[in-house]
């Protein structure tokens, strides 16, 4: 699974403006009902459900929230780099800066798992994460994302 097969340019949010957990959430939602014409109050309340289970703040200023969705047909990622960090109740207590929104379909068992620990391993490269926190345009982010999962490819 490779993050490309995931996002897109146009899945790729440059400077999100958000104060809070809550709001970024809302607003991945409107985005990514755009992108799956899925109902964005579905997306929003399949990721607070999974915020309730327990943080999708992994650390390091990252969050990866996620949820599966019925009526989804395939795995779908976006990524947002915020313009101001914000609580997310994070498991290291500090505020995320980067989120990888991550849906799939009810059916995706195995894919899905996948994706999670592809995403979380690109995102555990202090190098990546430094270089997506100095851009401020989606293309060249959306270029750091895909030409890291190339070169890391095993």
Do not use: W
């Amino acid at each position: 699974m490779e993050i490309a097969e995931l996002i897109t340019t146009e899945s790729v949010v440059a400077n999100l403006r958000a104060t809070s957990k809550k709001q970024a959430l809302q607003d991945l939602s409107r985005r990514a009902a755009d992108i799956t014409g899925l109902h964005e109050r579905a997306i929003f309340d399949v990721l607070m459900e999974r915020e309730r289970l327990g943080t999708t703040g992994v650390g390091n200023g990252i969050a990866i929230p996620h949820g599966k969705l019925p009526n989804l047909a395939t795995l779908h990622g976006l990524f947002a780099r915020l313009e101001n960090a914000v609580d997310f109740q994070s498991v290291d207590e500090q505020p995320v800066d980067l989120i990888f929104l991550l849906l799939a379909p009810e059916t995706a068992g195995a894919d899905h798992l996948k994706a999670l620990a592809r995403v979380s391993r690109l995102l555990r490269d202090k190098m990546v994460c430094e270089k997506l926190r100095g851009t401020s345009d989606a293309e060249a982010l959306y270029a750091l994302l895909t030409e890291s999962t190339t070169n890391q490819a095993a």
